[in-house]
C-alpha cells in the first residue's frame, strides 16, 4: 500500500485528496492546523486519515513525512522550502503547486544525489501553463519551426454570471497571494529589447485582450517573464510574455489601493479598532474630515467615482472591527476583501489560459497558433481552481508512486514523461485546450 500525505486542506486542496483516495492502493493522511477541515476532505474513506498540525511542531510534521512515500504541499509557499528540508532529511518525495523559490532551488542537487523528487509548479499558474506551452513548443520544433513570440494570459476569475461586485473578482485561492502579486516588478522581451515595470507601475500596464464568447479582459504582465526563454527553451524568440488576466477596472483600483499603501507588509500596531479609524489612522486624516472625501482627494477622484464608490462597499470607510489591532495594512485589506469576495454557495468560477505563439517555419511560412483552455467551477461541488490545481498535483504525485518520472532534484513539469501523460488524463477528465492555428503571409 502506497502512502501520501498532503499537507493543507484549503481551497485547493478537495480534487487533490478525491483523487488520491480514487487510485485504489493508496493511503492518503491529510493534515491542517483546522482538523476540521482535513476530516471534511477524507470523510468516511477507510484508505484516508486527518490530522491536527501546526507547521511549527516539527515532530509532529516529521512523524507525518516519514510514514508515507510522497508528500503533496499546500501551504502557503513561504513553508515549502521547510518542507522540503524534512522530506530530504527523511528520503521523501514532494510535490507543489508554487514557484520555485531561491530557497527551493537550493535543495536541486541534495535532492538529486538522494535520488528524489521535488515537483513544483504543478498547478494551474504555473503548472498547466508550462505543460501546454511545451507541448506547443515541442510539437512546433519537430515541424522544424522557431518560436518568434510566445504571449501566454491565465486569469482565475468569476464566472460572467458571477460577476457581481465592484472589483469583477472573488477568491478561489489564497487571497493574500493575490494581493502580494501585485508587489512584484514585471520583466518581459517585446521585439527583442527587455522592458522591465516597476511593481508601483505594475497596474499602468495593462492592454485589452479579447477572449472568445467572453469578451474584453485587462491582461498585465506577471512576474519576470525573460527566464521562460531558457526554461522554454527557446533562445529564438524575440517576444516572450506571460500575463494576468482581469475583468476591466480592476488595475485602475489595484492601483489606487497600491497609492494608499495598502499593499504594505509590515506589520503595526493601531489603535484603531474600525477599519474607518484604520484608514484614518494610516493616511493620516483627522477625525473632523470627511473620510471618504479625503481620500478621494488624495487619490484625485470625485467621491462618487466607481473606484471610490468599491472603497466604500469593501468597508473601508465603515465602522467594522479591525480583525486584528497588530497587523500590516495588506493583511487587513485582505481579511476585509475575503470577507466580501468570497464565492456564494452556487455560483462558478472560471478559468481562462491563452497561449498565443508565432511559428517561423524554413520555407519562410509563418503560422499563429492560439491554444486556449476555459474551464468553468460546477455549481455546488468542485471550483474550477481547485480541480486545476489539485488535479495535476495529484497527478504529479501518481507518476510518482509510478516511478514515471525519469529526472530527480527540483523539477518542474516541462518534459514530455512529465506533462504529456498529466494533459491526457486531464483532457478525459474533461479539461480541454482548443488549438487554433492561422498562416501568415
Not at 491542517?32 to 510534521?61: S, Y
Not at 522557431?146 to 501566454?152: E, G, P, R, Y
Not at 483600483?253 to 479598532?273: C, H, M, Q, S, V
Not at 520555407?363 to 474550477?384: A, C, R, Y
Request: hydrophobic content about 40%; overall charge negative; aromatic content about 8%.
Amino acid at each position: 500500500m502506497k502512502k501520501v500525505c498532503v499537507l493543507g486542506a484549503g481551497l485547493v486542496a478537495g480534487p487533490l485528496v478525491e483523487y488520491l483516495l480514487n487510485l485504489g492502493e493508496v493511503e492518503v493522511k491529510v493534515a491542517d492546523l483546522d482538523e476540521g477541515r482535513a476530516r471534511q476532505l477524507v470523510g468516511q474513506h477507510p484508505r484516508g486519515q486527518a490530522f491536527h498540525l501546526d507547521l511549527r511542531d516539527k515532530e509532529k510534521l516529521e512523524d507525518l513525512i516519514a510514514g508515507v512515500e510522497v508528500v503533496a504541499s499546500m501551504v502557503p509557499y513561504t513553508f515549502h522550502p521547510y518542507v522540503a528540508g524534512l522530506c530530504l532529511e527523511l528520503g521523501k518525495h514532494l510535490v507543489t503547486a508554487s514557484y520555485v523559490s531561491p530557497e527551493m532551488k537550493k535543495y536541486d542537487e541534495p535532492a538529486r544525489s538522494k535520488g528524489l523528487i521535488f515537483l513544483n509548479e504543478c498547478g494551474l499558474d504555473p503548472g498547466l501553463d508550462h505543460m501546454e506551452a511545451k507541448k506547443c513548443i515541442n510539437q512546433a520544433r519537430a515541424a522544424g519551426g522557431q518560436v518568434l513570440s510566445f504571449i501566454s494570459y491565465c486569469g482565475g476569475l468569476p464566472a460572467p454570471e458571477a460577476n457581481n461586485n465592484p472589483f469583477g473578482y472573488k477568491f478561489s485561492w489564497s487571497p493574500r497571494g493575490v494581493l502580494l502579486a501585485g508587489r512584484n516588478e514585471a520583466r518581459y522581451l517585446k521585439d527583442g529589447q527587455e522592458v522591465v515595470i516597476p511593481a508601483e507601475e505594475l497596474f499602468n500596464h495593462f492592454e485589452l485582450v479579447e477572449i472568445p464568447g467572453l469578451g474584453q479582459f485587462e491582461a498585465y504582465p506577471n512576474r519576470n517573464s525573460v527566464i521562460y526563454r531558457q526554461i522554454y527553451d527557446i533562445p529564438e524568440v524575440q517576444t516572450i510574455m506571460r500575463g494576468t488576466l482581469r475583468y476591466p477596472g480592476w488595475c485602475f483600483k489595484l492601483k489606487k489601493i497600491g497609492e494608499l499603501g495598502l499593499l504594505d507588509i509590515n506589520d503595526r500596531e493601531w489603535t484603531a479598532t474600525t477599519y474607518a479609524g484604520f484608514m484614518r489612522e494610516w493616511l493620516g486624516i483627522k477625525d473632523d474630515e470627511d473620510l471618504k472625501a479625503a481620500v478621494a482627494s488624495r487619490l484625485k477622484l470625485d467621491p462618487e467615482s466607481d473606484t471610490i464608490k468599491a472603497f466604500e462597499w469593501l468597508g473601508l470607510f465603515s465602522s467594522k472591527p479591525l480583525p486584528s489591532q497588530k497587523s500590516s495594512p495588506l493583511d487587513l485589506l485582505t481579511a476585509i476583501m475575503w470577507d466580501k469576495m468570497q464565492y456564494e454557495k452556487n455560483e462558478r468560477d472560471m478559468n481562462i489560459l491563452k497561449h498565443e505563439l508565432l511559428i517561423s517555419y524554413p520555407s519562410g511560412q509563418k503560422e499563429k497558433l492560439v491554444s486556449t483552455l476555459i474551464d468553468f467551477g460546477q455549481p455546488g461541488g468542485h471550483s474550477s481552481m481547485s480541480r486545476l490545481v489539485g488535479w495535476p498535483v495529484a497527478l504529479g504525485v501518481k507518476l510518482i508512486l509510478q516511478n514515471r518520472i525519469k529526472g530527480r532534484g527540483v523539477l518542474i513539469p516541462t518534459t514530455p514523461d512529465i506533462y504529456e501523460p498529466i494533459l491526457a488524463e486531464l483532457k478525459a477528465l474533461g479539461v480541454n485546450f482548443k488549438e487554433e492555428k492561422n498562416l501568415i503571409n
